[in-house]
Structure formats: structure tokens, C-alpha cells
Nanobody
Framework: QVHLVESGGGLVQAGGSLRLSCVVS????????LGWFRQAPGKEREPVSS????????YYADSVKGRFTISRDNTKNTVYLQINSLKPEDTAIYYC?????????????????WGQGTQVTVSS
């Protein structure tokens, strides 16, 4: 059984920053590609960022390029999402996901395991 637990969400003013964390347990962490998705109220879940098992390659959605940074620490079984210059439109539940099949997955259906999400709310 693989478990993903996100943390780090909260209420922040526009222009602020947050760092989301996701701890993965239940299987060798280094075998996973990892990703972050988000879902705003009334909208579909959308990809935000992904990272390969080695951390050598990353993907970012156009809407977050230059503001979000994904990283991972394989010694801590943790993936991070640093979010800077937050905007009200970044308000969403942010989900962490893990995939053991693809090198750099970017679509929701490619990920086998999901966390419960952490709420990010950005006030204007």
C-alpha cells in the first residue's frame, strides 16, 4: 500500500509564497515519478508540475512557469512544491501523485497513487 500525505497549504495574500510537501510511504521512494495537480472549485483537476525519479527532469504547466518549483529529497521520501508570487487564481486543492510506470508523467490518468490534497487559498 502506497500512501501520500500533503502538507503546507494555507491562506496567504497575493504575492506571497508557500512550500507544499508530500511524504510518500509504502514503497521505494526512488522508484516513483511524482507530480502535483490542483483543482479549483467548479473546475477539473489540472496538472501543475512533475519530476522524474532522479529529479533530473521536470515539467511545469504554462500557467505556473517561473513561479513554481518542484523538487524532491529521496532521503526523506518527500517531494516539494515551492510556490512564489501567488495569485488568487492559484486558489485550489493541491494534490500530490506518484507513478511507477512513466519517466515523466504529466497527465492525471498516468498516476497510480494520490494523496488527499492540501488547500491553498490566495486572497487579493
Amino acid at each position: 500500500q502506497v500512501h501520500l500525505v500533503e502538507s503546507g497549504g494555507g491562506l496567504v495574500q497575493a504575492g506571497g509564497s508557500l512550500r507544499l510537501s508530500c511524504v510518500v510511504s509504502g514503497r521505494t521512494f526512488g522508484s516513483f515519478a511524482l507530480g502535483w495537480f490542483r483543482q479549483a472549485p467548479g473546475k477539473e483537476r489540472e496538472p501543475v508540475s512533475s519530476i522524474t525519479w532522479s529529479g533530473g527532469s521536470t515539467y511545469y504547466a504554462d500557467s505556473v512557469k517561473g513561479r513554481f518549483t518542484i523538487s524532491r529529497d529521496n532521503t526523506k521520501n518527500t517531494v516539494y512544491l515551492q510556490i512564489n508570487s501567488l495569485k488568487p487564481e492559484d486558489t485550489a486543492i493541491y494534490y500530490c501523485a506518484a507513478d511507477v510506470v512513466n519517466l515523466l508523467p504529466t497527465k492525471a490518468h498516468e498516476f497510480e497513487y494520490w494523496g488527499q490534497g492540501t488547500q491553498v487559498t490566495v486572497s487579493s
